[in-house]
Nanobody
Framework: QVQLVESGGGLVQAGGSLKLSCTAS????????MAWHRQAPGKQRELVAA???????NYADSVKGRFAISRDNAKNTVYLQMNSLKPEDTAVYYC?????????????WGQGTQVTVSL
């Protein structure tokens, strides 16, 4: 079975930085798109950033210029560097990956990691 595990969340003051990581393990042949989503209380889950296997990136308008997504294909790991954090960035951040395995294909999700930004 495929498992995604996130780490790096925590409490930080406005203007600070955090770096999230997510590592996939299990029966994996290749990973196509890797992405970060977030969900704040009372709001719908939204896409924050995504990156293809070859390194093509896109970002939500609200995080452009502040966040950077990257990946290490040899380690099956995706990162999200978050700078100039704002209170409105407070949410649970989820890793999602499109993974091809032995006779399988599907989108997998991590358990989420809490990011809290205080004034």
């Amino acid at each position: 079975q495929v498992q995604l595990v996130e780490s790096g969340g925590g409490l930080v003051q406005a203007g600070g930085s955090l770096k999230l990581s997510c590592t996939a393990s299990g029966s994996i042949f290749r990973i196509d798109i890797m992405a970060w989503h977030r969900q704040a209380p009372g709001k719908q889950r939204e896409l924050v950033a995504a990156i293809t296997e070859r390194g093509n990136r896109n970002y939500a308008d609200s995080v452009k210029g502040r966040f950077a997504i990257s990946r290490d294909n040899a380690k099956n790991t995706v990162y999200l560097q978050m700078n100039s954090l704002k209170p409105e960035d407070t949410a649970v951040y989820y890793c999602a990956s499109q993974i091809q395995g032995p006779g399988t294909w599907g989108t997998h999700w991590g358990q989420g990691t809490q990011v809290t930004v205080s004034l």
